[in-house]
């Protein structure tokens, strides 16, 4: 079984910026598009960024939500078996708990990484 760990999280003054990793127990990254979720308090879980297996030549195709377009970059390293979150210019909106998955999820959701933004 797939398992999932993310890491990266913490505590960020408004304007701060944070790196997610991602890491997979099996080698996953080279079959399956991979995405990262988040999960603020009394909201239900979204899709934030995505990044394909496909385009691998150039880092993966990849998507955002638009509340993350210009700040966010996802990227993954298939040899490594692991995917990144670079977040830029936080809000104290992006405060969430953050997780990695396929996309779409199918594989069993780890602990995530919880990211608060405040001053």
């Known amino acids: 079984q797939v398992q999932l760990v993310e890491s990266g999280g913490g505590s960020v003054q408004p304007g701060g910026s944070l790196r997610l990793s991602c890491t997979a127990s099996t080698n996953i990254f080279n079959y399956d598009d991979m995405a990262w979720y988040r999960q603020a308090p009394g909201k239900q879980r979204e899709l934030v960024a995505t990044?394909?297996?496909?385009?691998?030549?150039?880092?993966?195709?990849?998507s955002y939500t638009d509340s993350v377009k210009g700040r966010f970059t996802v990227s993954r390293d298939n040899a490594k078996n692991t995917v990144y979150l670079q977040m830029n210019s936080l809000k104290p909106e992006d405060t969430a708990v953050y997780y990695c998955?396929?996309?779409?999820?199918?594989?069993?959701w780890g602990q995530g990484t919880q990211v608060t933004v405040s001053s």
């Open positions: 990044i394909s297996k496909g385009g691998i030549s150039f880092g993966g195709l990849t």
């Open positions: 998955n396929s996309n779409p999820a199918f594989i069993s």
